[in-house]
């Protein structure tokens, strides 16, 4: 072999592992993306979320707190002084296998202006008990991100991505939560606990 095929052979191979290893490297990521899916089990448990929404003036001039206590729910109501307001608060319950997100009813109790707060049970979960821990039993953990991507290597390759502003993730998989509604979408989200039936722990 001359040298003028040697390096026609030796350019040729550059350019054929340049153009392979954004390939190789997109390949791999989706790899690395797809493993805990194959290997990380579905949730097991539902979650109990809360989230606030922006100012209405029909509803009720209180403040309403939802917090767990020995495995139940409850809300702490208390009345809001002349000329202050409080974004109202909502309870969602993610479905762990509809992956479905749904709105807790909840009545607010009446409460005069300068009353003291009161704690009342939501009668919607009184049927259930909550782990208020931030780790679910099986592993999963409730996550509130803006949005992710593979980093730079994404952003070469076009890959990055904004993901919903919630998800549950447990050791590389991630479960998005969908379906509030776009008001409450952008607003901020928090986790309560997670609920537990008879027999689980």
Same mark, same amino acid.
């Given at each position: 072999m001359s040298r003028g095929d040697r390096s026609f052979l030796r350019a040729n191979t550059f350019l054929v592992a340049a153009a392979a290893l954004p390939l190789v490297v997109v390949g791999? $990521?989706?790899?690395?993306?797809?493993?805990?899916?194959? /290997? +990380?089990? =579905?949730p097991a448990y539902d979650l109990l979320l809360r989230a606030t929404g922006p100012y209405d003036q029909t509803r009720p001039r209180v403040a309403?707190? $939802?917090?767990?206590?020995?495995?139940?729910?409850?809300? /702490? +109501?208390? =009345?809001?002084?002349a000329e202050t307001y409080a974004p109202p608060t909502t309870l969602f319950l993610f479905d762990h296998e509809t992956l479905q997100v749904r709105a807790i009813p909840f009545e607010i109790p009446v409460i005069t202006e300068g009353a003291t707060p009161i704690t009342v049970p939501v009668d919607a979960l009184r049927e259930v008990r909550v782990l208020d821990q931030p780790i679910a039993p099986d592993g999963y953990r409730f996550e509130s991100r803006v949005s992710r991507g593979p980093g730079i290597v994404g952003d070469l390759f076009g890959m990055n991505r904004y993901d919903p502003h919630a998800a549950l993730v447990n050791r590389g998989r991630v479960v998005?939560?969908?379906?509030?509604?776009?008001?409450?979408?952008?607003?901020?989200?928090?986790?309560?606990g997670w609920v537990v039936t008879d027999g689980q722990h």
């Amino acid at each position: 072999m001359s040298r003028g095929d040697r390096s026609f052979l030796r350019a040729n191979t550059f350019l054929v592992a340049a153009a392979a290893l954004p390939l190789v490297v997109v390949g791999l $990521f989706l790899l690395a993306s797809a493993i805990p899916r194959w /290997t +990380v089990e =579905p949730p097991a448990y539902d979650l109990l979320l809360r989230a606030t929404g922006p100012y209405d003036q029909t509803r009720p001039r209180v403040a309403v707190d $939802f917090s767990v206590r020995d495995g139940r729910v409850e809300a /702490t +109501v208390r =009345p809001l002084a002349a000329e202050t307001y409080a974004p109202p608060t909502t309870l969602f319950l993610f479905d762990h296998e509809t992956l479905q997100v749904r709105a807790i009813p909840f009545e607010i109790p009446v409460i005069t202006e300068g009353a003291t707060p009161i704690t009342v049970p939501v009668d919607a979960l009184r049927e259930v008990r909550v782990l208020d821990q931030p780790i679910a039993p099986d592993g999963y953990r409730f996550e509130s991100r803006v949005s992710r991507g593979p980093g730079i290597v994404g952003d070469l390759f076009g890959m990055n991505r904004y993901d919903p502003h919630a998800a549950l993730v447990n050791r590389g998989r991630v479960v998005p939560i969908t379906g509030l509604s776009s008001t409450v979408y952008h607003m901020p989200l928090y986790a309560l606990g997670w609920v537990v039936t008879d027999g689980q722990h």
